[in-house]
């Protein structure tokens, strides 16, 4: 059974920074691209990045409201997934989602069940 | 990017047939034949209904249907149920490993 569990989340005030972790299980973590996801309060879903897999060389993708401030990263040995977020705004409150990708690359096929991020003063 | 464009709300009765679109360009939707629909119940995270515009994942009920024309993506439910009641979501692949959300559809059963 695919499981993802994210971890990290709180009250950060502006400007600051957060990591979140996502723990992995039920796979080939290796084998697998990995995106983030944000739900902000009442709002819809966005896409925020990528880690590709081993075989492209862990290569990452941004959306453009977070490029140059937040950092996807993997570590295939512990089979965990991480977003480093600096230079923290308001907008960026959010419920923020560990996803897996499907096959192709092409659609989210798992999601965990989120971690709430407050940025707020 | 801005956001796939679906419509706010759509309701039906139980036992009806309801679609929800999500209109996007040719920098995604009409340029790619991978459209996914995600389900979202209330403080729930989401769950994958279709994906590749028509298929459907293991688990997921035959009343889920989904297609596309032009830069027009649809997703169908038929024989409304109840338990149907939720948001729902498309998205898009539109190119360099990226992907792209609609703004969500709350559908209420009556």
């Known amino acids: 059974e695919v499981q993802l569990v994210e971890s990290g989340g709180g009250l950060v005030q502006p400007g600051g920074s957060l990591r979140l972790s996502c723990a992995a299980s039920?796979?080939?973590?290796?084998?697998?691209?990995m995106d983030w996801v944000r739900q902000a309060p009442g709002k819809g879903l966005e896409w925020v990045g990528r880690?590709?897999?081993?075989?492209?060389?862990?290569?990452?993708e941004y959306a453009a409201s977070v490029k140059g401030r937040f950092t996807v990263s993997r570590d295939d040995s512990q089979n965990s997934l991480y977003l480093q977020m600096n230079s923290l705004k308001t907008d960026d409150t959010a419920v923020y989602y560990c996803?897996?990708?499907?096959?192709?690359?092409?659609?989210?096929?798992?999601w965990g069940q989120g971690t709430l991020v407050t940025v707020s003063s | 990017q801005s956001a796939l464009t679906q419509p706010a709300s759509v309701s039906g009765s139980p036992g009806q047939s309801i679609t929800i679109s999500c209109t996007g360009t040719s920098s995604d939707v009409g340029g790619y034949n991978y459209v996914s629909w995600y389900q979202q119940q209330p403080g729930k995270a989401p769950v994958l209904m279709i994906y590749n515009v028509n298929e459907r994942p293991s688990g997921v009920s035959d009343r889920f249907s989904g297609s596309k024309s032009g830069s027009t993506a649809s997703l169908t439910i038929s024989g409304l149920q109840a338990e149907d009641e939720a948001d729902y979501y498309c998205?898009?692949?539109?190119?360099?490993?990226?992907?792209?959300f609609g703004g969500g559809t709350k559908l209420t059963v009556l």
């Open positions: 996803t897996r990708v499907g096959m192709s690359g092409r659609y989210i096929d798992y």
């Open positions: 998205n898009s692949y539109t190119g360099i490993s990226t992907l792209l």
């Open positions: 880690t590709r897999n081993k075989a492209n060389s862990h290569t990452t």
């Open positions: 039920g796979f080939i973590f290796s084998d697998r691209y």
